[in-house]
Structure formats: C-alpha cells, structure tokens
C-alpha cells in the first residue's frame, strides 16, 4: 500500500507540475526537503536520532499551522525552517540543561578502514567542539546557510534578521570555526 | 576591499556552492579575492561535508506516513467546512485497511452494467443510454430499517464493491468546493443613505458569490458602514521589512508566534475617523444580517447583535457535536441555509444529534432521513436545515445518508442541490469483465468457474473474492514468463475495459431541495464527480452539471498495475425532476475540470493537463447542448469570472505564477484571449476561495489578493492595466463604499479614492 501511494505521488508530480494545494505543497516540500530540515536541526541539537525525530513534529506542526499559513510555495520552504527554528527552542526549552550531544559521523558504521574512521572521528569531534564554541545564532546561520541551503534572505526571514546581519553573522562563524578547526 | 563587499561575496560564493557548483567554480567569479575566500568556504563545507547526518529511510518513511496521515486528516476537515482544496487524497482512513483486498478488484471492473459506456472525445447527443438511475431517495419507515440499510452499505464497502481501493483520483485544483462562487450578494446594492452626515455609503459591495442575493459566508463583511474583518489565526514568520535610509541595512523587527484570532469591528464610513471599535474574541467565517453578525467557527455558529458595534451582545449560539461538521451555509431572503454532515455509527445510528442550539439538542428521527434506492455507502447524514437568523431556531430540516466529504452545495434561488459522490457496486461488471471482455485471455475453464459462482447464493462480498481467487489461482499456475504475459495483457485489458465504463463506475447523486416547503422534490444522478459549486447552475429550471470522469491513477488488478486511464469531461442538462434531457461529452480528454461557469444560455470549461482548453458550451437548447468553440492556450484558469456580456476574466496559473486571462467570447465558436498579464507572484487566494476576488464595474476595476499584496487592475477598454499594488499588507479582501476601495490585510486596512486612486485612509493592526 505504502508504495502504491508512492507510486501515486510520483504519478501525481508528473501529471501537475504545479502543486495545487498547502497541502500538496507541503507533501512535495516533505519529499524535496526533509533531509535539510534533519540536517538543520542536527546541526542545532547536535543528536541525529532526536533531530529526525524533531523533524517529523516540524511538519506536524506545519499541518496544524496551515490554515493560517499563507503564501507561495517557496515561502513555505522557509517557513518549514521557521517551524523547525520553534520546535528546536521548544526542545532546548525542554531540557532543563542544554547539554549538547557530540556529532556522531555520518557513516562511521560503514566506514571499513578503521584507521580511517579513527582519524575521521577525530576530525569529526574537533568539527564538534568548533561548533559547539559558536554562539547559537551563529550555529542556526551555519544550519540555515549550509545545512539547510537557505539563501541569506530566506535565512533571514526565519531567523528574524535582515540579509546584511545574516551576511555579517556567517562570516564571524565562518571565521570562527576556521580558526577553532585550524588549531 | 571593504569587510561588507567581502561578506557579500562571500554570500554570493556561498549560494553558487549551495547550488551545486564546486569551490573552484564558485571562486572563479571573484578571482581577486579567491585567495581570501577559499579557507573560509574550506573550513565552512569542510564541516558541512564532515557532519552531513544521512538520514535514515525508516525514520523518513515513518514521518512521511505521519504527515500524509495528518494532512488527510485536515483536508477531511477542510473540505468539511468547505475549504477543501484538492479532494484526492482519499484513503487512508477506512480503505487502507481493506486494501490488501480492495486494491486488487475494484478499479479493474468498474461499475453498474446497465449502462451503455459513450465514448469519448465527441459531443454525443442524445444522452440515449445514460443511467440516470440510482438517485430515487426514500425515507427510512423504522429505525430497524435504517440500522439494516447501514449495514448492507457497510458491508458493501468494506468489501470493495466500492470504493476504488487501488485506485487514486488525480488531484484537482479545488476551490473551495463546498462552501460557498460572481455577482456579489449585494453588489452594488443601494442603501439608504442616513441623515445629512451621511453615516451609511450609498454603493457598497458584498462578497463575491455565484448566486446574485444568495449570500456566502466570509471572513470580511460589511454594512456600509462598519467592515467585520475575522482574522485568521496566523504564524508569522518575517516581519515587514524596513529599510534603514542611506545604507543597504535592512531591519526586520523580530517576528514571533502570534495568534491574531478574532474579529475586528471597524468603523469604515465616512472615512475620517477609520478606527477598530469593537472586537469579538472569535473567528470564522461571517454572515451579515440586520444587525446580526454570524459567525460560523469551527464548532459552532455564535450570533451577535452588532446593533452596538462598539460592544457586540451574543444573541444564540449553535454547538456543532464532534460527529458533525459544517458544509456550507447561504442567506437568502432573511433565512440562513445550513448543510451539515454527520457521522453516522451503522449499529446504532439514532438520534443523529448534530448540534445543540442554546444548550438544546437537535434530534434527527428515522423518519426524516432519506436514503437513496439503490445501496451506497453510506457512512454520514447530510443534513440540510433553515435556521432562523435571528433567533438560531431550525425551523426546518430533512437529511439524507451518504458518503462523507463528497458533497458540493449549490444554491439557486428556488432551491437547494446538494451532490454526493458515490462508486458503483462493481461486482456486475467484475463478471462481466471476466466472463465477455477476457474471452480468449482467461482460459474457458476458468471463465466457467467464474460464470457458476454468479448463481452462488453468497454475498456480493463473497463473490468478489471468489473471483480473485480463481484468477489468482490461474495466474499461480502459470511459469514465470507465461504469467508475465498474462499479467501485462489482463493489465491492457483492464485498462480498455475500464476507460470503457469510466462513467458507470464513479456516479454523482443529486438531491433538490426546493425552498418552498424545504422538501425534496427531486433527485437523480450523474456519471463523474463534481469540482465544486460552480460545477452546478440552474438556468430556466434546468440544471447544468459539469463532471470530471475517469480521473484515476490507475489502480491494481491481482497484484498487476495498470495506468493512464483517460479521464473526460462531461456536461449534463437536467430538467426540473433531475432527468437528464442532455448532454456534452469527452471534453478535454486525459484533463481534468479546474473551473467551471455556467452564464445564461452559455458555459464555459476550462480543463486542465498540459495547454489549457477553454471550452465555450452553448446551452440554449436544454435538449441539444453543444461544443461551441474551444480555445487553447498554455496554463489554466481556476476561477472564471464574467466582467461584461461577452468578456470573461480567467484567474489561473501559468508557469507557476499568477495569470490573468481576458476571453472575449463574442463569437462561440471562437473565443479569444484578447489580453494576459502575468504576475509575479505564485498565488493568489482566489484560486482557493471565490470570496477573495472582487470586482467594481462603475470603476471597471478588479481586485485580487496574491502573495502578502493586494492587487487592483483595471479592464477599461477589455485590458488589463494594474492601477495600483498594496505591497506587505497580508492581503485578504477588499470591497468599496462609494467611490473609496477599501483593501484588507491581516496587517492594515488601506484606503483609495477609485478616481484619483490617491490613498486617502489607511488603518494599522
């Protein structure tokens, strides 16, 4: 059934190029854009399991607050990220201490050479401690920037800024994180 | 180079990389400061490329499910109040669980038997050979019979005689197709002027309806003198952007969550003292009588007297239960008609109680719910009343059971239809496929074993199954390669066999309500399904019924996919006792309806796949409707609306932005796109409700909300020329007092002079 209703939403893409809905359009940014919105969070939250477990309540929420969303489709992607920046204060909010997760690498399980995984992993948690001496503004533009490919207007609207401090505020992470991963 | 310049390219290397090039590419823009860029955008994708998370397909397919689950969830209560947008999502709730069964048959073998199919892609008339049966209702003698009907339904459908289980409607592009569509309810309608100060307009436009008189419920209502204005709830998510004078700085005030729920009374007329002067601590959509302000919520229907505007006074209110959910409502000569649906529960059905007014109970006996003839599922009650404005008494009611969330409500001003969508039993034609259409396919041996198990005394349920297993059997037995061959022409078959009969297997039922005596004075049906009310119009006591039929994805058949069946698109002419006296058939093959108006003697249809065919129908003779001319052009309208006798505005889509198209429809037989004009915006709120769009012939102007602004455009002379835009307002409706446009947004009210189009008012939330 599960792939007979997919088969039906590709059908369905093929045949309406438009989506012709909040609804629809929803579903067709779940499917183009879900993995950024796990990315984003994960680089918010810094626990992977969590992070696709927030990402599911991200488009929950959406579905609740559709009614009252209103505009194009491609505001809606970065109203998705709107959504997801609450969800992840609510989860801080949650959390009595904001105690921060080490990243875990992305494919340490399949990595065969272990060597190579050792020497990953040690990369991977100087990436961590880096991003984890961000300040959380500067951690949400490098989720939005580049976890999340927003551009630094759309990055903007979500985060409440305008373009020029989005462009302001990831340059000092940038050069923030150059310099903690250099040392 | 200046530490600004530098963030700016920075940004701009970073959005090449973001759409895909590599860093070389990206830097290759601004050699002369790659040197400085390229350990910056190193350490940023280095880090992106380390901690990339893969998500894992489980937790994506469940949070899919989840989502789909949740969004069919609100398009069921969506399209219960009558916002729908688009009706395909359909099963998950009770088909699913049938699907391991249901999927296999359904679609294959489609419908009914009785019917000759017409086939499509001509204008066929007359209509000799169509079923118009299957629409007689009776009402239920006892309470016994009632439960035994439910369940006879029940069984029906959860055996897959109906319900289509492997097959999937296409999704349409919906306006609102249950609630309330192009004269206004009281457009331009005078109103006595008041003393000498002038306190009401004169001119005063009313929301944009379908049925001049017939009034709809909206968010934005007015008297000519206060606008009632029901905010939605929303999420913000930006603020108004403010440029800092002198620099590229922009300051976006930060947004938060904010719930701006509730009505707005704003005194509007005269103009120079625009202010908010009471509230009411609701929102929904609003019906304007007298001085009673009805607003209709998501549970219930809460009246005010606005007598006092500044300090509005409940006078009833009307509780919707959780089993019911409100379809539509209209005000028409002093009455509020109100449809309902309520969910009905097969082994113990009564007292179908969908709402209490002031605290008491309604109660629907047996006696007063009608029930179509021939079984359908039936798994709700619609419930159709006369509700006394200002007292919230029903003072009248009948009901009827049928399939839930398939009705369109249409109002003319002699009475009420209300369709209901509903799938044929398919077990004759699952023989009949079977037996006559895979003769020299199936082996003679089974077609027997399928021919003896008609005379079988089992249930129909039974015998569908039956036939699954024997074919199944059949398709077991066969090697590998045989059975792919099997598979693939009983697939091909299937298909032809079900284009075939695509208008016997998804019918409309239709019930007519007249208003004198609120009883039902006829019903019938209809081959296809229904877009929404439009689709509807009653002409000179006749009804026209524009249907989309043959609109799946396909569906499965043992396992065995099939595609692509051609869907067409049909209108029917129907007299005063429903019957259908005729017809036009096949209209735009393979689309589908996206917009619907049917004007005097005249229809147009406008279906949609790829171009979109603008059909212009000619309906002057009731028995001989024909195909007048047809017009091709790429995109589509959703909303059709006629701004003079032979000039038709077409709100649509092209490209993924907002089109306005003029059809100068003169000549019939060749209707023209005299102008266009592309916005550059990707919707308009008038693609989902009719309410949003408006329109003022002294002026010659239209307005239409798209994106956060609201558009004013004018058709002086048949050409679309923008006269003015209202940028960042959240733009929802607008009207006009005298000779002032009133635009309103969820984030002010905006005035201008429609002469000088100077804005002379403007009021902030």
């Given amino acids: ?59 929950l929420r959406a579905v609740k607050s559709l009614g009252s969303f209103r505009g194009s489709q491609e505001q809606m992607r970065f109203w998705v990220y709107r959504v997801a920046r609450n969800i992840v204060v609510d989860y801080y909010r949650k959390r009595s201490k904001r105690h921060t997760v080490p990243l875990e690498p992305a494919d340490a399980v399949e990595a065969q050479d272990v060597e190579q995984t050792a020497e990953r992993n040690l990369q991977l948690e100087a990436v961590a401690k880096a991003l984890d001496r961000l300040t959380p503004a500067q951690r949400e533009v490098i989720g939005l920037r580049f976890f999340a490919g927003l551009t630094s207007e759309e990055a903007g609207r979500v985060m409440g800024k305008s373009s020029g401090a989005v462009r302001e505020m990831q340059r000092s992470a940038i050069e923030k994180l150059r310099g903690l991963v250099r040392d | 180079m200046k530490d600004r310049d530098l963030n700016r390219l920075l940004d701009e290397c970073i959005d090449r ?93 489609v419908a009914a038997g009785l019917v000759t199919a017409l086939t499509g892609g001509a204008v066929i008339n007359p209509p000799t050979g169509i079923n118009t049966a299957g629409g007689e209702i009776a009402a239920f003698d006892s309470e016994a019979a009632m439960v035994a009907y439910l369940q006879e339904s029940d069984e029906l459908y959860a055996s897959g005689a109906w319900g289509l289980g492997g097959v999937f409607r296409g999704g349409a592009f919906e306006q609102s197709p249950a609630l309330p569509p192009v004269p206004s309810a009281n457009d331009g309608a005078s109103i006595a002027s008041g003393d000498e100060s002038k306190s009401q307009a004169d001119r005063v436009s009313g929301t944009n309806v379908q049925v001049q008189g017939i009034d709809e419920p909206d968010i934005v209502k007015t008297d000519g003198t206060n606008i009632y204005f029901s905010h939605e709830d929303w999420w913000f998510y930006g603020g108004i952007r403010i440029e800092v004078a ?22 509007a007329f005269p103009l120079a003292n625009m202010s908010v002067i009471g509230e009411i601590d609701l929102s929904g959509d609003l019906l304007l009588y007298g001085d009673t302000l009805m607003v209709f919520g998501w549970d ?70 009608y029930y179509p003839i021939a079984p359908v599922p039936a798994d709700a009650t619609y419930n159709a009343m006369v509700v006394n404005p200002d007292t919230g008494a029903i003072e009248s009611s009948m009901s009827f059971v049928g399939q839930a969330y398939t009705s369109v ?63 199944g059997d ?133 279906t949609f796949r790829q171009v979109d065919p603008f059909y212009v129908l000619d309906l002057s003779d009731p028995a001989n409707p024909r195909l007048a001319g047809e017009l091709k052009i790429p995109g589509y309208s959703s909303y059709l609306h006629p701004i003079s006798e032979d000039i038709i505005l077409g709100i649509g889509q092209e490209d993924w932005q907002v089109k306005l198209s003029l059809f100068d429809v003169t000549d019939p037989a060749n209707p023209v796109e005299i102008d ?22 002294v002026h010659q102007i239209f307005f239409l909300p798209a994106g956060e602004s609201g558009y004013v455009f004018s058709y002086a002379g048949n050409q679309m020329t923008l006269v003015k835009a209202v940028t960042d307002i959240r733009a929802k409706r607008a009207l006009y007092m005298d000779d002032y446009l009133y635009i309103v947004g969820d984030g002010s009210v905006v005035v201008y002079d429609e002469v000088t189009w100077e804005q002379v008012g403007e009021l902030k939330f």
């Fill in chain 2, 676 to 697: 266009k004009y592309t916005m550059a915006e990707y919707w308009t709120d008038v693609s989902s409700t009719h309410h949003a769009f408006m329109l003022d012939d």
């Fill in chain 2, 246 to 267: 002198g620099t590229e700085d922009e300051i976006w005030p930060v947004p938060t969550v904010e719930d701006r729920s509730g009505i707005d009374i704003i005194d």
């Fill in chain 2, 409 to 471: 409500v249409y109002m003319s001003p002699s009475a009420i239809y209300i369709t209901y969508t509903y799938q044929e039993n398919i077990l004759p034609l699952a023989f009949d496929f079977c037996i006559n259409y895979c003769q020299g396919l199936l082996p003679q041996t089974v077609i027997d074993r399928i021919n003896t198990l008609q005379g079988y005394d089992i249930s129909d349920t039974a015998k569908l199954t039956e036939i699954q297993v024997i074919i």
């Fill in chain 2, 300 to 369: 219930g229907i809460t009246a005010y007297d606005v007598a006092d505007p500044q300090s509005p006074a409940q006078k009833w209110q009307i509780d919707i239960e959780d089993s019911t959910s409100t379809v539509a409502a209209r005000l028409y000569n002093g009455k509020v008609y109100l449809v309902t649906q309520t969910w009905l529960n097969s082994y113990d059905p009564l007292p179908i109680v969908p709402m209490k007014v002031d605290g008491v109970p309604v109660e629907i006996g047996y006696a007063s719910v």
């Fill in chain 2, 474 to 606: 059949w398709l077991n037995s066969l090697s590998g390669d045989a059975r792919a061959v099997a598979e693939n022409d009983l697939a091909n078959r299937l298909a032809d066999y079900y284009d075939l009969h695509k208008r016997d297997l998804e019918r409309t039922g239709i019930v007519k309500i007249d208003l004198a005596g609120f009883t039902t004075s006829a019903t019938g049906s209809v081959p296809g399904s229904v877009l929404n009310q439009f689709s509807l119009d009653e002409h000179n006591g006749y009804l026209r019924i524009a249907t989309t039929v043959g609109d799946t994805w396909g569906g499965t058949f043992m396992g065995i996919w099939w595609f692509d069946s051609e869907s067409a698109n049909d209108v029917y002419v129907l007299d005063g006792s429903l019957a259908v006296v005729g017809v036009v058939q096949g209209l735009g093959l393979t689309e589908r309806i996206y917009a619907v108006r049917f004007i005097g003697d005249e229809g147009y249809v406008v």
């Fill in chain 1, 1 to 59: 059934m599960l792939q007979l209703e997919m088969r039906r939403t590709q059908l369905k893409e093929k045949h309406n190029p438009a989506a012709h809905s909040k609804e629809d359009a929803l579903a067709s940014l779940f499917d183009g854009h879900y993995e950024s919105v796990v990315r984003y969070i994960f680089v918010r939250i810094g626990d992977r399991a969590d992070a696709e477990e927030l990402a599911g309540d991200v488009f």
């Fill in chain 2, 17 to 109: 990389m973001n759409r895909g090039q590599t860093l070389d590419e990206a830097l290759a823009g601004c050699p002369g400061e790659a040197e400085q860029l390229r350990p910056m955008l190193e350490a940023a994708y280095g880090l992106r490329d380390n901690v990339e998370p893969a998500p894992t397909s489980g937790a994506k397919m469940a949070n899919r499910r989840k989502l789909q689950q949740a969004l069919n969830a609100r398009r069921e209560k969506a399209e219960s109040r009558g916002w729908a947008f688009a009706p395909f999502v359909p099963v998950f709730n009770r088909q699913v669980a049938l699907a391991a069964v249901s999927s296999v048959l359904l679609v294959a073998v």
